[in-house]
């Protein structure tokens, strides 16, 4: 099946963040020791979309940072969950919570750590610079690099896919539905 039809059944879009959701740069405060990282505008007006496209977005991270709570929340995402040593028993607990079938699911991922959870969901998606070995596996690689815009690229050819995509303005409009 290509990627196009895989597209048209996703109801929820997960995604990894260090690589993915961001370039993969983390910076550390020298006064506290936190991690902040740079987020892409692109990828949050994307997913502010998504949402008001009516899809489930959220977040499986092995790493845990306060930016990413942060961003998570303004971005009003569904499902975040962080420090993560087994990603696929996080998305099969998310799918079978939610009701969905893996096919209803799409992963985005940049590394070795997300092929189990790009191996199980109906659309697998890499950001341009992913490991190759992810790309391999991904039925949709984007021509954005993690960070830079993969994340909106992606969304966009599900929106596409469902016939949505040339709704982008009227989607923007409508913040009624925005809302979780």
Known sequence: MDARRRARGVKMLLMDVDGTLTDGTILILPESGEEVRAYSVRDGQGLMLAKAAGLLTGIITGKTSKSVAIRAERLRMDEVFQNVLDKKKVLDD??????LQPSETAYIGDDI???????????????????????????????????????RELIEFILEAKGLGRNFEALQKDRSRWKK
């Open 94 to 99: 998310i799918l079978s919570r939610r009701g």
């Open 113 to 151: 750590g997300d092929l189990e959870v790009l191996r199980a969901v109906g659309l697998a998606a890499a950001v341009a610079d992913a490991h190759p070995l992810v790309r391999q596996c991904a039925h949709f690689v984007c021509r954005q690099p993690g960070g830079r815009g993969a994340v």
